[in-house]
């Protein structure tokens, strides 16, 4: 898995982003729209679960867990 950086200061001040060190996805199925938990390990020691969706991009033939937060290319 690849995680995908993501920037939301497009109309804000940026802040500092985490680090994500580890992603787990244990009900994760190649599957359109699928609803999946994704555990993630930050470098600051923090984690989170967070409720992600399963994307298919039919023109690079991609799969992306997207968690709003952190999202993952498989």
């Known amino acids: 898995m690849k995680v995908i950086e993501k ?4 109309r804000r001040i940026p802040e500092k982003e985490k ?3 580890n992603v787990r ?3 994760y199925k190649q ?3 699928h ?3 994704m555990h993630v390990e930050y470098e600051d020691g ?3 679960t ?3 969706r399963v994307i298919h991009n039919e023109i690079k033939d991609e799969w992306i ?3 709003m937060h952190v999202a993952v290319k498989i």
Not at 7 to 10: E, F, I, T, V
């Open 7 to 10: 920037s939301w200061a497009k």
């Open 19 to 21: 680090k994500v060190i």
């Open 25 to 27: 996805i244990p009900d």
């Open 31 to 33: 599957e359109q729209n």
């Open 35 to 37: 609803f999946c938990d």
């Open 46 to 48: 923090t984690k989170a």
């Open 50 to 52: 967070y409720i992600a």
């Open 65 to 67: 867990v997207d968690g």
